[in-house]
DNA sequence: ATCGTCATATGAA
DNA sequence: TTCATATGACGAT
């Protein structure tokens, strides 16, 4: 409905980890988006690193945030985010997932009445389903009420990984 | 406890 | 506009 400014993405970097390479996509703006591994092995990703400096660095932290997250710790420090993609609403929702503590959880609906739209409960899920950065923007941290696993767009077995880094039990 | 159905907000085609 | 959702509440098994 409303911004829908796809900015160039000047480079994809891979990000090893023990549980598989990562593609990080950067923006003029900073972090676009960022893949989970790919089973088939097949990475786009360029191995040559961007001239630009500011790039480098934002790969630097977003490396160091992505293993953060998978020993289920916080990260230090965040890249740029750009989310310059989503829609008002998509972006409200992705910043308020972001002051989900670690280790703690939310349901969608309780996403929903943080922003005042205690309605909106199915549009939360749809934002978190449309997040272009998983696990530095938590989603896997939201679930459905009563502690139920929800959904999880990147695959429920990461999300489960995820959460159980970080200790979260379900009901 | 599980299942079906409906209400409601938002986004994509 | 119509259709699809990573929900939630409620009522009927």
Known sequence: MKAKRPSEVLASLPIETAAGTFIAHYSTSGLAAL???????????????????EVRHWHALTTKAVKAVLNGN???????????????????????????????????GEIAKSVRKPKAVRA????????????????????????????????????????????ITLL
């Open 35 to 53: 893949d989970f591994p790919r089973s088939s092995g097949r990475e786009s990703a360029q191995t040559s690193l961007p001239k630009a400096a």
């Open 124 to 167: 939360v899920g749809g934002a978190c389903g449309s997040n272009p950065i998983p696990l530095l923007i938590p989603c896997h941290r939201v679930l459905a009420a009563n502690n139920k696993i929800g959904g999880f767009g990147g695959g429920l077995d990461w999300k489960r990984k995820l959460l159980a880094a970080e200790r």
């Open 74 to 108: 916080t990260p230090a420090e965040l890249p740029p985010l750009d989310v310059s993609r989503g829609t008002e609403f998509q972006q409200r929702i992705w910043e308020e997932l972001l002051w989900i503590p670690c280790g703690e959880t939310r349901s969608y």
